[in-house]
């Protein structure tokens, strides 16, 4: 069984451009959780999807931080226009409903 | 809300040695309690997992048990490799509409030299 997969590995982009970020969860899996890790901090929750609804995005840091899962199935984190401070580690996560998570590789982002 | 204390890091160690890392939590209710683990260049992996107060987790040589009465996981192995070297999370999750919510500790890197 394929795990939960990234997409890019490493961004680096200049201070005002636009991300985009992909994650695609286990299959069956309709719980889809994004995280971040801020250089030498904990990794903090930003939102969470069940199928395609937001649950949760108590964590979103701004208005620059749009995520969609059209469809229920894969999930895009887009940030417009970047800061430096969103330079970290973007995990994504996936669980069936009330299971423990399975977390992809990350995506590296560094902003210039 | 929840949170989770962690040893400061970086530890750095010998080979062949004894390894704890310290893990105190707050929380409300009866939370799950994890230790994840990510090696260089790659993504965090599941280490081990207690569900209830006493429970031992406990996967290639490592170890926590889920002390309530401390709130404490602290993560141990009586004797490192190399290839432990890793950054090591400690974490809580709770139950919130029926779905679980993950605290993270800042993590702890661990250095593991022959």
């Known amino acids: 069984e394929a795990g939960v997969t990234q997409f890019p590995s490493h961004s680096v982009i200049e201070k005002g451009q636009t991300v985009t970020l992909r994650c695609d969860p286990i299959?069956?899996?309709?719980?889809l959780y994004w995280y971040r890790r801020v250089m030498g901090k904990e990794i903090k929750f930003l939102l969470h999807f069940v199928k395609e609804s937001k649950q949760d995005e108590s964590g979103m840091p701004n208005n620059r931080f749009l995520a969609e899962r059209t469809g229920g199935t894969y999930s895009t984190l887009k940030v417009q226009p970047a800061e430096l401070e969103d330079s970290g580690v973007y995990f994504c996560?996936?669980?069936?409903?009330?299971?423990?998570?399975?977390f992809g590789p990350g995506t590296r982002l560094t902003v210039l | 809300g929840n949170s989770v204390t962690q040893m400061e890091g970086p530890v750095t160690l010998s080979e062949e040695a004894f390894l704890t890392i310290n893990c105190t939590y707050t929380?409300?209710?009866?939370?799950?309690l994890f230790w994840y683990v990510q090696y260089p260049g790659e993504g965090l992996q599941l280490l081990l997992k207690a569900t209830k107060a006493d429970d031992k987790g406990s996967n290639k040589g490592f170890e926590a048990t889920y002390r309530k009465e401390t709130t404490s996981f602290h993560l141990e192995k009586g004797s490192v490799q190399v290839s432990d070297s890793a950054v090591y999370f400690c974490a809580l999750s709770s139950a919130s509409g029926g779905y679980q919510k993950v605290t993270f500790g800042t993590g702890t890197k661990l250095q593991v030299i022959p």
């Open positions: 996560a996936s669980s069936p409903r009330g299971f423990t998570q399975y």
């Open positions: 299959s069956g899996h309709d719980n």
């Open positions: 929380a409300t209710g009866y939370p799950s």
